[in-house]
């Protein structure tokens, strides 16, 4: 029963389902299918693909989602970064909008979809982790600037490609000469009109009178608004003959069962692009989920997390649509329109399928300059600048993690920057840990502790030196530590005993294992005994049994302080620093 | 000056020398280009080339070496693990024995020298280190079983090839049938020959009244005699009509200045090879230099290292010859026969030089079996099996990554094995600091000192709870923190105040900096004060002016002890540990 419902999250809130929720979660889905459809329409064609792409993605993923997701409110559906990466991903395919670069989202869903099922089953999640805080902030942030970027063409009504920022720069003033007007008319207007709703339309509507919180979610319903305008202008003035692009004619329906290719080349060609989509996504999704749910006391469960998002992207690639994940801006608003449990989100997949269904014919006199300046403004919350300034500040390795990520992104490929990032933080850890930090300490007067003499006024014994290691022993640092204690032994020609102090140390590994019988030894040979204190319970354990035990010249104390009892008992601490 | 020393090890002991080290340098050298001769020839072969390039590449590589290298008494040249890393590198590029064949392992030598030098002016010498002891060990081992299996057809007189164990018995066992019995009976008597003198000519030449010494060094001179005799067996029984391969026809004179192919294409596709040697000759090189120098407590400077074997490779490449490293047998040799000074090496330089000059006649008459049988004794040293069991007992960690390693050098090829152990040791630790060890600690009765609760009989209070996190706080770990708090305050209702006991946390990055906050954050509204303790120096420094410090709900305390007498200043320990 209890594997059911870990499997099947909806068991945990379906029985007790009431009225009141019901209701709660109605208003939600309306107010977020309201700003789910023109994001939908904009992130497929962000993603190079029929803008009712992005509506399929919309409808059965949400349905999926509630019945295996954990997060009581969590909003999945097409997102701009994952977008963005599908174009990338399929760029090398085939052409944009082709049946076969379609047929290559479906694929790349249903891939991303069995990974992170897989993943799921396997207990995986804590493979996210590596993609360390600064990595992921910093290429979301580079992946909105490239994002906002390439929708600068559909604002000016001119033909630009790329998939960095300097190709698409480049393309973008080659072909500037070509603007259309009109559309340039079309696409300012609502990129001002979004930017002054988002900076101004809420003090307004208060100062109308309306609460802080109606008057919030109608300020996030400004895309909708822009989007009747522009298409009631553009198909007033039929401005698709003054070269205005549209969104053009949509299949209407509802969408239909897919086959992905089962072209084995393409699955391997795809493999690592469906992989990064994937784990992409799911640190978002699971990021949003996190913060949210901590904001109503609740929790959601990584690994879990992992087959909701995997079976609802399985969902919408065998209904014809794209990669999904959990979408910040999306989830934020249903979260304060006041979803209570994932039917919210089956809900808004119902108010879906009625636009695909009723809406389309309308949808095709949409002028893309509109869903460009929706991208642009959705995108712009995502650059987050200052991170830049505060990771320098704290940490120059993370700084250098999150620089490389950024600037890879801009000028090479959002795959590249992901993999650098990664890989940076992770050699930058281990370089770390390879030189690690150690200390001689001396006794706090007066009481048990010891802590380094360069920082602390502690007493000390020119006959034992105590060396604290600040990092466990494993293969990477094992030649450093022989030659930070003999470097230690040759300054010091008086040294009797010296003790390794361990309190951090979490891990001996075999390579190290070998360096300390070697350290032991020769300090034997050089007339110095080894001791160990404070080592942790798991460490001792292993050691027990070792040879390196039995050859040990001194003793293991179980703290810093008895060692100083024992082997400084019958000589006065005579030095103090000052 | 102290940087030309440092460049130079040459000039730390050669304006000292003197008549007396000169005399010992001189014995050992004639020792070792004795046992140095067959060596060459062998890996050579081993490696796929002439047998004379393997003399080359023992002449200048010992001068180069005795002016940049800091070893006393390490003896560079080819060695077997080089030569078959070699032969696995060439065999995709041309057939053995062919221009570009030997082309190629010249470009090798080259490339390889100029990684180490690079590396070393750069002081990359830590990078080393990743490969851990138990992968060097199982890949060495596995290294061992492969070339003896590969040496077997020169033993039958039959034609078989493979670079991995499946293969060579594979291919061995279809051609036993064509085994050439001349070829058998020579390669089976030095075989044996080897053996026996190996195991019993020591205590034999003792008992006959040779000191111990003597008698060790002569028995290392045994393959030798194997060589001298059946080559005068094979030149008098005219054996190469019956169809026993002799090593044959070996152009006379010293090696000629030599360019290495300048095509880019091959410099890429050989560039991963060249790596690993590099490498794997590295480590085996700086392992047996530091193994002798301990013993007579000197010091040998891996980056300057770097340097000695990159530019001994240099000189082998441009001097025709191939890869080398320094040898664990011939160093061995090298030191025991009482080398004092590098200059022991460029006096066996001569002697090879000499023999390449007059003795090529008499080796055209030299079977391959007995090179053959020299190699599987050679080896035989290098297969360490009990190492398996010692590792598996101590860490299964360590024995996943060694196993894994050998598996894949034997079935598969060496780079596989030793790019497979890399990865995964590497992995596998990651792993590790992914899933921290943690313990809630109490306060070991009348002292300052804390340990687990777990482990310890302890003082308790059950308002305020101590826990140890037993690693750095990197981004791998920082959910994983968050959730084991999360999971302890919802444990314990009456919770007051959480310590963070920190001496283990030697690093907190960006990524935990933020799970920190988050955590502070989530305490703070559940009631709960956040402190913390024993947090060292480096990680105090960084802490300073971040808003996590600022905001912080409790207190840092410096020390675990001054934590307890404050917060359970007025509450009696009501709880013991049993």
Same mark, same amino acid.
């Given at each position: ?37 023109p994001q939908?329409l904009a992130y497929?064609l962000l993603?190079?693909?029929?803008a ?28 701009a ?66 994002i906002a970027a390439s929708q600068f063409k559909h604002i000016f009504g001119i033909q630009a490609s ?6 698409i720069a480049?393309s973008l003033l080659?072909s500037l000469a070509t603007t259309n007007f009109y559309t340039l008319a079309i696409g300012l207007g609502a990129l001002i009109f979004l930017v002054a709703a988002r ?23 400004a895309p909708i608004l822009s989007v009747l305008v522009t298409t009631l202008v553009a198909w007033y003035f039929q401005l698709d003959q003054k070269g205005v692009r549209l969104v053009g ?114 949808i095709?006199w949409l002028p893309q300059a509109t869903l460009a300046a929706t991208i642009i403004v959705a995108v712009s ?22 620089? #490389?990520?950024? &600037?890879?992104? +801009?000028?090479?490929?959002? !795959?590249?920057?992901?993999? $650098? *990032? =990664?890989? %940076? ?84 590994? #075999?390579?190290? &294992?070998?360096? +300390?019988?070697?350290?032991? !030894?020769?300090?034997?040979? $050089? *007339? =110095?005994? %080894? ?48």
């Amino acid at each position: 029963m209890n594997l059911i419902k870990r499997y099947l999250p909806i068991l945990q809130w379906a029985p007790r389902y009431d009225r009141d929720q019901a209701t709660s979660d109605l208003v939600a889905a309306v107010i977020v299918t309201v700003m789910l459809i023109p994001q939908s329409l904009a992130y497929a064609l962000l993603a190079g693909l029929p803008a009712h792409v992005g509506l399929y993605a919309s409808i059965l993923p949400l349905v999926i989602y509630a019945v295996f997701g954990t997060s009581r409110t969590l909003s999945v559906g097409p997102v701009a970064v994952a977008s963005l990466m599908t174009a990338a991903a399929l760029a090398p395919i085939a052409e944009a909008g082709t049946a076969a670069y379609v047929a290559g989202a479906v694929l790349l869903a249903v891939m991303s979809g069995l990974m992170l099922t897989l993943m799921g089953v396997l207990r995986l999640g804590f493979l996210a982790n590596f993609l360390s805080h600064p990595v992921i902030s910093g290429f979301i942030t580079a992946s909105g600037i490239v994002i906002a970027a390439s929708q600068f063409k559909h604002i000016f009504g001119i033909q630009a490609s790329g998939h960095n920022l300097v190709e698409i720069a480049e393309s973008l003033l080659t072909s500037l000469a070509t603007t259309n007007f009109y559309t340039l008319a079309i696409g300012l207007g609502a990129l001002i009109f979004l930017v002054a709703a988002r900076k101004h339309l809420k003090p307004l509507l208060m100062r109308l009178g309306v609460k802080p919180r109606l008057a919030d979610i109608l300020t996030k319903t400004a895309p909708i608004l822009s989007v009747l305008v522009t298409t009631l202008v553009a198909w007033y003035f039929q401005l698709d003959q003054k070269g205005v692009r549209l969104v053009g004619e949509v299949p209407s329906g509802l969408p239909e069962f897919t086959m992905p290719p089962m072209d084995t080349g393409l699955w391997s060609q795809l493999a690592v692009s469906a992989l990064l989509i994937s784990i992409v996504g799911f640190v978002e999704s699971v990021s949003v989920g996190q913060t949210l749910a901590a904001k109503r006391r609740q929790r959601i469960d990584p690994d879990q997390e992992l087959i909701g998002l995997g079976t609802a992207n399985l969902g919408s690639g065998f209904s014809g649509g794209m990669p999904v994940t959990g979408g910040f801006s999306r989830s934020v608003v249903n979260f304060d329109a006041g979803a209570e449990t994932p039917a919210a989100g089956a809900y808004t997949a119902v108010g879906i399928a009625l636009a695909t269904l009723f809406l389309t014919p309308a949808i095709a006199w949409l002028p893309q300059a509109t869903l460009a300046a929706t991208i642009i403004v959705a995108v712009s919350t995502l650059i987050d600048l200052p991170a830049l300034s505060r990771t320098w500040r704290y940490s120059r390795t993370d700084f250098g993690a999150m620089l #490389a990520t950024i &600037l890879l992104t +801009l000028v090479h490929s959002v !795959e590249a920057g992901i993999i $650098a *990032g =990664v890989a %940076l933080s992770i050699g930058l850890f281990l370089y770390r840990t390879s030189r690690p930090h150690s200390a001689v300490v001396g006794r706090v007067p007066g009481t048990e502790h010891f802590r380094n003499v360069l920082r602390h006024d502690v007493q000390l014994c020119p006959k034992v030196t105590f060396l604290r290691v600040d990092e466990s022993l494993y293969f990477a640092n094992a030649r450093f530590l022989e030659e930070t204690v003999m470097d230690l032994v040759t300054r010091e020609p008086e040294l009797r005993d010296l003790v390794l102090v361990c309190p951090a140390v979490n891990l001996i590994d #075999a390579s190290a &294992l070998e360096s +300390l019988e070697a350290i032991n !030894e020769r300090l034997n040979d $050089a *007339g =110095v005994r %080894l001791h160990l204190s404070e080592v942790k319970g798991p460490v001792m354990d292993r050691l027990r049994g070792t040879e390196f035990l039995a050859h040990l010249g001194g003793q293991v104390f179980l703290s810093t302080f008895d060692a100083w009892t024992t082997l400084t008992n019958h000589r006065q601490p005579v030095a103090q620093t000052a």
